[in-house]
């Protein structure tokens, strides 16, 4: 049980980091 | 303060400078896939590993591709590492006979070796198995400093190149920093660092009857006498090596780079502490050279140079006065003694070597320690923080001190735009909103989590000051010290704090990739819009940054930032502590 909670955590981590770089591509686009 | 301390601080210094630009010439034709020496080894075995492996080499990635490279190889080696410390019960090279690591204990522990932190909420030898410690977190040391290398490379591409949308690819760049850089100076460094009495051995633990049995009283009131000791061993030799040189930092001993094993004369110490430059220094003078003007690079590194000999003396200052709180004891130097405070410290180092090792090692982000801050004074112990709020870009990480201060640079040139009244240019590219907007973006997440975690964990009795040993001013350094060192992939801890709890351990954790991975993205946006701008011929107005005013101009940036951004944390904690020990508190 903890490691799914453990896995979810880090899962969870780089899904954000992932969205986060797709923000911040679209911030350029929106400006060019 | 003594000759003798200046005298070797010197020597350390003159020996980084002399070792830059043929570490950093060295770089660029690594990364610029130009003939090295190595070629003949090595070219075959990056084609073995590209055939394997299925890459490309001469594929381009656009910054979104190769951060999003970059996220998928962190997150299948951290789930590398995990397993491995969940199994290593089940696992062979474990003669201790090791349980299975805790699993938030676990994750903490996986995000701090991918991260390049090196956070250890554990003791490593009665933790991890020799195997957990080559497999997990070795190779970690490698691989984390060689995605840092990559990523400063892809960001000097961005600036060096023109109208274009690639910053190479991140494949490549981490097979290059690997074989060509980490692995070959980590052989030598190893042998080196054996030869002077490093331990290398996949023996089980020593055990040795103590001369004098000693009586202990545990937490539970019983006393007990001890009449043996174990003394822990391990393939240490070949860890210590890429753990400096890769500015990690993790220990295989839990006293790190105070161990005897780890760290047992004062050459090891000279060439431990030199092995953690050696990379930023070099990676300046490559930018200098990718991007067609070495002066630029030599500017960049007077800047770190600047900020490095203020933290030294500061520390190495703070240090060597006398402690108030011991009315009567003669504390000044002398034949029979090292004067000043000697508390945390080991003898065979003293306290410049002490002093220098702690500055150098929160200036980069290697987290090593061969003597524990938590018992420097005051001011002295406000050094090492102050280092990685500045953003660990004083040398800095290998590739992540390079592109912070590349964010500073950005910064520094926006300003000077600024105040000129023209659009800013940074070596012929038009710093643009979208690339103030990223460099800001960078800045302003770093304070965000080391801040908003220190705020949350005071105010929380039970789950963040329950596991402090001192109180008041103290206590807060050693919570915000926590999640600076974190958040600043440092790793080095304050000691004093009881990190191993589900809330530090899930906290500090978060602290670690967001530290890491937050602040890489912005870094890629910039270097990707950098790299698809045309060149602007300089002009008159143009603001040159290859001079003295540009190094001042960047210091001065990188200070201001850094003080207005952190000050009044620092006011409460060791700048208070400081003030109340002149009047006689201590905590």
């Keep these: ?32 | 303060m003594s000759l003798n301390g200046w005298l070797q601080i010197s020597l350390f210094i003159a020996a980084v400078l002399l070792l830059a630009k043929p570490m950093g010439s060295y770089l660029a034709r690594v990364f610029e896939r130009r003939r090295t020496f190595l070629d003949p080894l090595l070219v075959p075995c990056e084609r073995l590993l590209y055939r394997m492996t299925g890459i490309k080499p001469e594929e381009e990635m656009r910054w979104t591709e190769y951060a999003i490279a970059m996220l998928f190889f962190s997150a299948a080696t951290l789930l590398l590492t995990y397993i491995v410390e969940r199994l290593q019960h089940l696992l062979p090279l474990n003669p201790q006979h090791l349980p299975a690591v805790e699993s938030a204990l676990a994750l903490n522990t996986a995000i701090s070796f991918t991260t390049n932190t090196n956070w250890q909420a554990y003791t490593p030898e009665s933790t991890m198995s020799y195997l957990t410690q080559m497999l997990g977190l070795a190779t970690h040391n490698f691989w984390s400093a060689a995605v840092g290398m990559a990523l400063a490379v892809a960001f000097v591409r961005g600036i060096a190149r023109r109208e274009t949308k690639t910053l190479g690819n991140f494949w490549v760049d981490l097979t290059r920093g690997t074989l060509w850089v980490l692995l070959p100076i980590s052989i030598v460094f190893s042998l080196a660092l054996a030869s002077q009495g490093v331990v290398q051995n996949f023996r089980p633990y020593d055990t040795a009857k103590l001369m004098e049995p000693q009586k202990v009283t545990g937490s539970d009131g019983k006393t007990t006498t001890v009449t043996t000791q174990t003394i822990a061993q391990g393939p240490v030799a070949s860890q210590e090596a890429i753990k400096m040189l890769g500015t990690n930092g993790g220990g295989f001993f839990n006293a790190n780079s105070a161990h005897p094993f780890e760290n047992p004369t004062a050459l090891t110490n000279f060439l431990q502490m030199l092995s953690i430059f050696l990379l930023p220094a070099g990676l300046a003078i490559a930018l200098g050279q990718m991007v067609g003007s070495p002066k630029h690079g030599w500017a960049v590194l007077a800047a770190m140079v600047v900020l490095w000999f203020a933290g030294t003396f500061t520390c190495y200052w703070a240090e060597s006065q006398p402690n108030p709180m011991l009315h009567g004891v003669d504390q000044h130097v002398s034949m029979m003694q090292s004067g000043g405070n000697m508390e945390g410290k080991e003898v065979r180092f003293g306290i410049a070597n002490s002093a220098l090792f702690a500055t150098v090692t929160t200036d980069a982000s290697c987290g090593a320690v061969n003597g524990m801050h938590d018992s420097f004074m005051p001011l002295g112990g406000m050094v090492p923080m102050a280092n990685i709020l500045l953003g660990e870009i004083v040398f800095g990480g290998v590739g992540a001190g390079l592109y912070g201060m590349l964010v500073f640079v950005v910064l520094a040139v926006f300003i000077a735009g600024l105040m000129v009244g023209r659009t800013p240019e940074y070596l012929g590219k038009k710093i643009e909103a979208y690339d103030v907007q990223m460099a800001m973006l960078y800045l302003l997440i770093f304070p965000f989590i080391i801040l908003g975690f220190s705020a949350v964990t005071v105010l929380m009795p039970n789950l963040g000051l329950s596991s402090l040993t001192n109180h008041g001013p103290h206590g807060l350094s050693e919570i915000l010290y926590a999640y600076t060192s974190a958040t600043g992939n440092n790793g080095s801890a304050f000691a004093g704090l009881n990190a191993n709890t589900h809330w530090y351990n899930y906290s500090l954790g978060i602290a670690m990739f967001m530290g890491r991975f937050m602040m890489i993205v912005p870094m890629l946006a910039i270097a990707g819009s950098l790299a698809g701008k045309k060149i602007v011929p300089a002009s008159a107005g143009t603001f040159p940054v290859t001079t003295p005013l540009f190094t001042i101009l960047l210091v001065s940036v990188i200070l201001i930032v850094g003080a207005l951004t952190f000050f009044p944390a620092l006011s409460l904690g060791p700048i208070l502590e400081h003030l109340l020990l002149r009047a006689g508190h201590t905590f």
Excluded: H
Excluded at chain 1, 8 to 27: H, M, W
């Design chain 1, 1 to 32: 049980m903890t490691d799914i909670l453990a896995l979810c955590l880090a899962i969870i981590l780089f899904a954000l980091a992932l969205t986060y770089v797709r923000g911040c591509d679209l911030l350029r686009g929106s400006r060019s």
